[in-house]
């Protein structure tokens, strides 16, 4: 049986990882591990806790070897407008968190580390429509610069080191658990805060600024699946293309709108916009769909529905 550790469990994807991995290996085999941010009490109560800074190499170190660790799952990482807004904070977060992490697997010769990266590894040259999983990497946020080296260590550590680490681009992350923080994507989640809570909504993205989205479901499923592929089928490692759905704005508004009818939104863009405007507007992932079988259960509207429905439980608006 697999004893697990998985960074960043606090976070957005991490608290629902940590869930979907303890389902599927056992409670104690999964140990959660967040920096500040306490835990859920559920989380704590189900399973192993721990803080761990994964600046402090010791520490993650530690960790692995009181519980007998032999994969990781890396979420930890400051998101890409937390990270336009601190860039040094961004960079030692996600480049010496995840060079500690990749050093620490190397020498406990640990059998997996899986690291997502994100569609923030592209930039403003890369052509926007299907992008290909091979194509120009040229970002221009501390966090696209962060998520492109992180592709490239990885890589590299298993070239050199034997090491296997894989990861996947992830697109923004629609989920009704946990808060996303600091993204840019972001505001498709709030919107639906805030269309269940107040009917009204200002968006910090314009109306037409198509991103390539996925709702958490996938996520999981996609980031569990690629970690068990079979190493023999993976042509790539740390750099798989991963879509769900493409959407704007609007058409989120407009899918929302067929279920809370007065719902209304407002555009004010502000420096999220810029970073937005230098992301793909949707993206190729055949070499996931033929290396590993991908395949997103999602579309628009399907995450529309089971994010209202499942808001309005959680928010009382019944
Ligand atoms: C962000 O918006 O920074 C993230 C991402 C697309 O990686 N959700």
């Known amino acids: 049986m697999e004893k697990i550790l998985v960074t960043g469990a606090v976070g957005q994807i ?44 010791d520490a993650i170190k530690l960790v692995i070897k009181k519980y007998n660790i032999d994969t990781v799952y890396h979420m930890g990482a400051v998101l ?42 592209f930039g403003p040259d890369t052509p926007t429509e299907n992008t290909p999983n091979e194509t120009i990497m040229r970002p221009t ?4 610069v962060s998520k492109v080296t992180g592709e490239l260590l990885g890589n590299y550590y298993f070239k050199r080191f034997g ?15 946990t808060l996303p923080g600091g993204g840019t994507t972001d505001y498709a989640v709030e ?27 996938d996520a999981i499923k996609g980031l569990i699946s690629l970690s068990e592929a079979d190493i023999n089928q993976l042509k790539h490692h740390c750099d798989y293309n991963l879509a769900a759905v493409s959407f704007s704005p609007g ?22 916009q810029e970073i937005a405007d230098s992301w793909p507007k949707s993206i190729d992932d055949t070499a996931a769909r033929e290396e590993w079988g991908w395949e997103p259960l999602y579309d628009l509207r399907a995450m529309t529905l089971d994010m209202i429905e499942k808001l309005r439980i959680k928010l009382g608006h019944g």
């Not at 040094?88 to 990266?117: D, H, K």
């Not at 946020?141 to 696209?144: A, S, W």
């Not at 090491?163 to 658990?177: A, E, F, H, M, T």
Request: aromatic share 10%.
């Open 251 to 272: 058409e989120l508004v407009s899918e929302i709108q067929r279920i809370i009818p007065d719902f209304k939104c407002e555009y004010k863009p502000d420096f999220r």
């Open 14 to 57: 991490g608290s629902e990882l940590v869930e979907a991995l303890r389902d599927k290996y056992c409670n104690e085999n999964v140990v959660a591990a967040g920096h500040r941010t306490k835990p859920t009490k559920e989380m704590k109560e189900a399973g192993p806790f721990e803080f761990v800074d994964v600046l402090d190499k």
């Open 80 to 121: 890409s407008a937390t990270g336009e807004e601190k860039p040094q904070l961004a960079f030692r977060v996600n480049i010496i968190g995840l060079y500690n992490v990749l050093e620490v697997g190397r020498e406990c010769e640990l059998e997996r580390i899986m690291v997502p990266s994100s569609i923030a590894a």
């Open 163 to 177: 090491l296997d680490v894989r990861g996947i681009r992830y697109p923004g992350i629609i989920s009704n658990k």
């Open 141 to 144: 946020t501390m966090y696209g």
């Open 191 to 217: 919107i639906f805060y805030e269309a269940i809570k107040n009917k009204h909504y200002v968006c910090f993205l314009k109306e037409d600024s198509t991103l390539p989205m996925m709702y958490m479901p």
